[in-house]
């Protein structure tokens, strides 16, 4: 209905396309650690075409990652789903905060886009939104970008996977760590936001050191979250 | 209860990872479509959006190892002094390797 509201929400080839090239010189770190995964993988006995299949499909590093400790001639089921359940989880909470910009689109479409969400596009689209521009196009384009990389260095790694015998001593492993910094500590802070995230912090350590593992995420976003509906930003605006 | 690897077991744990995943991907929004949106929601889920990063980043920060720490605090120092996140991430990456290397 309103002009502003429906234009955050377009989605459109151009949009897409320039998402895409936002997200590519962050995914050529994301090469590097897919190369990482498909090395790691042909290691824990998986087969190539599995591997590279596995990267299609689920697309979500940490979780991969996750499943190649858990892999061998006997994998557990449940632990493993469980598992990457519980690493994937944030995803619940990542298309929570995207509602608001998803539901205008046709289902089809709206389901499409969420194929492809992942946290580098996640993060730069609610940046875009929260500043009042068009967030859509990042989000598909950039997921696009993120997950063809990511397929693209896994394969890399299954044919020489030598390059990167070991990610860690490249720093690899923190490049999702430092990109999503880089996107918090970018944008201005409130007090009201100073509080959220104090919380959100001391909740996700509580959770971490006491709670089973990998809830961190989940329990720490929603004791933000929490916060957030009790209190109320103080009224600047003019 | 464990399935073996070899053949289409495999196979069948891939694809299981897939809905998992996508379940995790679709669910969010899904679940929203039954919420009724007030001021307080909206609230909520203002507040959740960061602290998903945060609460990513926190345990990484406080137990990670000596290369995660100044990898992170490199970043932030960078992205806050130049206001570019892309050499602020090539930085902290760098001295992740570089302490690491050390």
């Given at each position: 209905?309103?002009?502003?509201?429906?234009?955050?929400?377009?989605?459109?080839?151009?949009?897409?396309?320039?998402?895409?090239?936002?997200?590519v010189?962050?995914?050529?770190?994301?090469?590097?650690?897919?190369?990482?995964?498909?090395?790691?993988?042909?290691?824990?006995?998986?087969?190539?075409?599995?591997t590279?299949?596995?990267?299609?499909?689920?697309?979500?590093?940490?979780?991969?990652?996750?499943?190649?400790?858990?892999?061998?001639?006997?994998?557990?089921?449940?632990?493993?789903?469980?598992?990457?359940?519980?690493?994937?989880?944030?995803?619940?909470?990542?298309?929570?905060?995207?509602?608001?910009?998803?539901?205008?689109?046709?289902?089809a479409?709206?389901?499409?886009?969420?194929l492809?969400?992942?946290?580098a596009?996640?993060?730069?689209?609610?940046?875009?939104?929260?500043?009042?521009?068009?967030?859509?196009?990042?989000?598909?384009?950039?997921?696009?970008a993120?997950?063809?990389?990511?397929v693209f260095?896994?394969?890399?790694?299954?044919?020489f996977?030598?390059?990167?015998?070991?990610?860690?001593?490249l720093?690899?492993?923190?490049?999702?760590?430092?990109?999503?910094l880089?996107?918090?500590?970018?944008?201005?802070?409130?007090?009201?936001?100073?509080?959220?995230?104090?919380?959100?912090?001391?909740?996700?350590?509580?959770?971490?050191?006491?709670?089973?593992?990998?809830s961190?995420?989940?329990?720490?976003?929603l004791?933000?979250?929490?916060?957030?509906a009790?209190?109320r930003?103080?009224?600047?605006?003019? | 209860?464990?399935?073996?690897?070899?053949?289409?077991?495999?196979?069948?744990?891939?694809?299981?990872?897939?809905?998992?995943?996508l379940?995790?991907?679709?669910?969010?929004?899904?679940?929203?479509?039954?919420?009724?949106i007030?001021e307080?929601v909206?609230?909520?889920?203002?507040?959740?959006?960061?602290?998903?990063?945060?609460?990513?980043?926190?345990?990484?920060?406080?137990?990670?190892?000596?290369?995660?720490?100044?990898?992170?605090?490199?970043?932030?120092v960078?992205v806050?002094v130049l206001?570019?996140?892309?050499?602020?991430?090539a930085?902290?990456?760098?001295?992740?390797a570089?302490?690491?290397?050390l």
């Amino acid at each position: 209905m309103s002009g502003t509201g429906s234009n955050l929400c377009e989605l459109n080839r151009q949009l897409v396309w320039t998402g895409f090239k936002q997200l590519v010189p962050i995914s050529f770190f994301v090469i590097l650690f897919g190369a990482a995964f498909g090395l790691a993988a042909t290691q824990s006995g998986l087969d190539e075409g599995l591997t590279a299949g596995m990267s299609t499909l689920v697309f979500a590093g940490a979780s991969q990652f996750a499943a190649l400790d858990l892999w061998g001639p006997q994998v557990p089921v449940v632990t493993l789903l469980v598992t990457v359940f519980a690493v994937n989880a944030r995803h619940l909470l990542m298309g929570a905060t995207l509602y608001t910009w998803l539901r205008d689109l046709s289902p089809a479409r709206r389901y499409g886009v969420l194929l492809v969400v992942s946290d580098a596009n996640w993060a730069l689209a609610m940046q875009a939104f929260n500043r009042g521009q068009a967030g859509l196009g990042l989000l598909l384009g950039g997921g696009l970008a993120l997950w063809s990389f990511w397929v693209f260095g896994t394969v890399l790694g299954i044919c020489f996977g030598g390059a990167v015998h070991d990610p860690r001593s490249l720093g690899l492993d923190m490049v999702m760590g430092c990109f999503l910094l880089a996107m918090v500590a970018g944008g201005e802070m409130s007090r009201r936001t100073a509080i959220i995230w104090t919380v959100a912090a001391g909740a996700s350590l509580l959770a971490y050191w006491y709670l089973p593992a990998n809830s961190h995420v989940v329990v720490g976003a929603l004791a933000g979250g929490v916060v957030g509906a009790f209190t109320r930003e103080k009224k600047n605006e003019h | 209860m464990s399935i073996d690897s070899a053949g289409l077991g495999a196979l069948i744990l891939v694809v299981a990872m897939f809905a998992v995943t996508l379940a995790t991907r679709w669910g969010g929004v899904f679940v929203m479509s039954f919420v009724p949106i007030n001021e307080r929601v909206k609230r909520f889920i203002g507040g959740m959006s960061g602290s998903v990063l945060v609460a990513l980043l926190a345990p990484m920060a406080v137990a990670g190892d000596g290369g995660a720490r100044l990898a992170l605090l490199t970043t932030a120092v960078v992205v806050l002094v130049l206001k570019k996140p892309l050499p602020a991430i090539a930085a902290g990456i760098l001295a992740a390797a570089v302490y690491r290397w050390l």
